[in-house]
């Protein structure tokens, strides 16, 4: 994924990126290179669109404020664009050193702080409720009953949730799952025995390899986030959506 990313943006930035054209496409290798997912190099490459001489702190002080009023964009995204920007500013002042007390004012721009809300939790009766809620006479159902299961019991973002395959998951003597999260950072979660009995049952009825995915699509495939209608991980989500 991030080699074709990297690729594209080089093949195609001076048509899009101007004179700025060759860092751009550097950066991209560089993030690539330093083992960068590729929708983080796509994220911050977002952000150099501009020549390098007009990016300055007014510009950028506008540029954020924009995206808070006209847009309405959440302060954390807000800081997330600054964040891509700081990043390739720096990077790009190692190529335009004559570049660099404009990059200094722009890197001295601050992090906009925020109130972060209490994160709310759900009851038992509620934790049973959505636990429930697949419909166990379907395939779908029964797949996304032992996803909730393996959600509640490891506490897995739903990008590790759906990033698990059928090898990360040890069934033996100590049931557990390795799960592979952000910044390619791995880590093994113990697993309840009815979490494993549930995974076990699943297991006999996909009839799945170590490399396949455990939750896949109807098709076998990759399951992307967005399909799975469990919001918020961090609190098992606030409804279930039946899909795919």
Same mark, same amino acid.
């Not at 390739?88 to 109130?115: C, D, H, N, W």
């Given at each position: 994924?991030?080699? +074709? ?5 080089? @093949? ?6 101007? #004179?700025?054209?060759?860092?751009? &496409? ?6 690539? =290179?330093?083992?960068? #997912?590729? $929708?983080?190099?796509?994220?911050? *490459? ?16 506008? !540029? ?8 309405? /964009?959440?302060?954390?995204?807000? /800081?997330?664009?600054? @964040? ?7 990077? #790009?002042?190692?190529?335009?050193? %004559?570049?660099?007390?404009? $990059? ?16 709310? !939790?759900?009851? =038992? %009766?509620? $934790?049973?409720?959505? *636990? ?8 779908? &159902? +029964?797949?996304? =009953? ?15 949730? $759906? ?22 950072? %791995? ?10 009995? +549930? ?12 490399? +396949?995915?455990?939750?896949? /699509? ?27």
């Amino acid at each position: 994924m991030i080699t +074709q990313v990297v690729s594209e943006v080089v @093949a195609c930035n001076r048509a899009r990126y101007g #004179a700025l054209g060759p860092i751009v &496409g550097h950066f991209a290798d560089y993030l690539g =290179r330093h083992g960068y #997912a590729g $929708i983080t190099v796509e994220n911050y *490459l977002q952000c150099a669109c501009l020549e390098l001489s007009d990016i300055d702190a007014p510009l950028v002080l506008q !540029f954020l404020d924009h995206l808070e009023v006209a847009r309405h /964009n959440s302060i954390r995204s807000r /800081n997330l664009r600054l @964040a891509a920007i700081r990043s390739f500013l720096r990077y #790009a002042a190692s190529r335009v050193p %004559e570049s660099l007390g404009t $990059i200094q004012q722009v890197l001295a721009i601050p992090m906009k702080r925020y109130e972060r809300p209490l994160v709310r !939790f759900l009851s =038992r %009766e509620e $934790i049973c409720a959505l *636990l429930d809620a697949p419909n166990p006479n379907t395939w779908c &159902g +029964q797949r996304d =009953r032992v996803m909730l299961a393996t959600l509640y019991n490891t506490g897995a973002r739903v990008s590790e949730l $759906i990033g698990i395959r059928v090898g990360d998951v040890d069934l033996d003597r100590s049931p557990s799952v390795r799960l592979h999260g952000k910044g390619r950072k %791995e880590r093994a979660v113990p697993l309840w025995r009815s979490t494993a009995n +549930q995974i076990r049952l699943w297991l006999q009825q996909i009839g799945a390899s170590p490399g +396949q995915w455990l939750f896949p /699509n109807r098709s076998g495939g990759f399951r992307r986030g967005k399909a799975l209608g469990v919001y918020d991980s961090n609190m098992m989500g606030t409804a279930y959506i039946a899909s795919e």
